[in-house]
C-alpha cells in the first residue's frame, strides 16, 4: 500500500536504498525502506500537502505527480498539480524523514499544474513540464535558489484545447531533452543551450494515443 489514492509515481534515493511513491489523490507521498533483496519494508514517512490552486476543476486539492531527486543528493523536490509548485525537501535519510524547506520551492505560474520535471546533470537548470497549459519551465538555481528563466509552449504552431502536458526526460549527454504532449499525441525533441534555454528541434507523432510518460533505454 502507498498510503494514498492513485498511485502515480515510483522513484528511487541517490543511494538505492529507499524508494519514493506519489499518490495523486491522495494528495501525499511516501518514502519506503528497501529490504537487501530489493523488497520494501512498510512506509517510514508519509506527508500530506495542503491547499489548491487556481483551475477550480484540477486544482480544487494537492495532486502529487512526481518525486525528483536532487543531483544534490540531499533534496528531494515532489512536483504537485495542484498547488502549482515542487515542494522542497531535505533529506535525512539516516533517520528516514525528509524535513520540508519552503525557502526552496520551485514554483509555477498559477493554472499551469506542474507534472513532472527533469534536473540538467550538474543541477544548475530545472524543465519542468506542466499539464494544464502544455508548458515547459525553465529554472537556474543561482546558488540553490531556483529562479524562473523561460517559459516555452510546447505547441509553437498554436494551441490546442485538447494538448495536456506530460513526461520530460534529458539525454545522458545533456544536450537534449525529450517531452510527451497528450491530446495531439507528440513526442517533442529540443536542444539544451550552454545557457540552459531551448530550442525545438523535431515533433513526431508518438505512435499511440495519450502518451503520459515514456522513457529512454539504457543504451
Not at 525528483?68 to 515532489?78: E, K, Q, S
Not at 502544455?134 to 498554436?158: K, S, T
Request: charged content about 20%.
Amino acid at each position: 500500500a502507498t498510503c494514498g489514492e492513485d498511485a502515480c509515481h515510483l522513484t528511487l534515493s541517490p543511494d538505492g536504498r529507499f524508494l519514493l511513491a506519489a499518490n495523486y489523490s491522495g494528495g501525499n507521498f511516501c518514502m519506503f525502506p528497501l529490504h537487501a533483496d530489493g523488497t520494501p519494508a512498510p512506509a517510514a514517512c508519509v506527508i500530506s500537502h495542503v491547499g489548491n490552486g487556481l483551475d477550480p476543476h484540477r486544482q480544487s486539492s494537492p495532486h502529487p505527480h512526481q518525486v525528483l531527486p536532487a543531483p544534490d543528493r540531499r533534496h528531494i523536490y515532489v512536483a504537485d498539480l495542484g498547488l502549482d509548485r515542487l515542494k522542497c525537501y531535505r533529506a535525512d535519510w539516516g533517520r528516514r524523514r525528509l524535513i520540508p524547506e519552503e525557502e526552496g520551492d520551485v514554483v509555477g505560474i498559477p493554472g499551469q499544474g506542474l507534472r513532472h520535471g527533469a534536473f540538467s546533470g550538474d543541477g544548475r537548470f530545472l524543465y519542468v513540464m506542466t499539464e494544464l497549459r502544455c508548458e515547459l519551465n525553465v529554472y537556474a538555481f543561482d546558488e540553490g535558489a531556483p529562479r524562473l528563466m523561460e517559459v516555452y509552449h510546447c505547441l509553437p504552431d498554436g494551441r490546442d484545447a485538447s494538448a495536456l502536458g506530460a513526461g520530460v526526460r534529458i539525454h545522458p549527454n545533456g544536450r537534449w531533452l525529450y517531452c510527451s504532449v497528450r491530446g495531439v499525441d507528440q513526442l517533442l525533441t529540443f536542444e539544451i543551450g550552454g545557457n540552459g534555454l531551448l530550442r525545438l528541434l523535431q515533433s513526431i507523432s508518438s505512435g499511440g494515443r495519450g502518451p503520459r510518460e515514456f522513457a529512454l533505454s539504457p543504451d
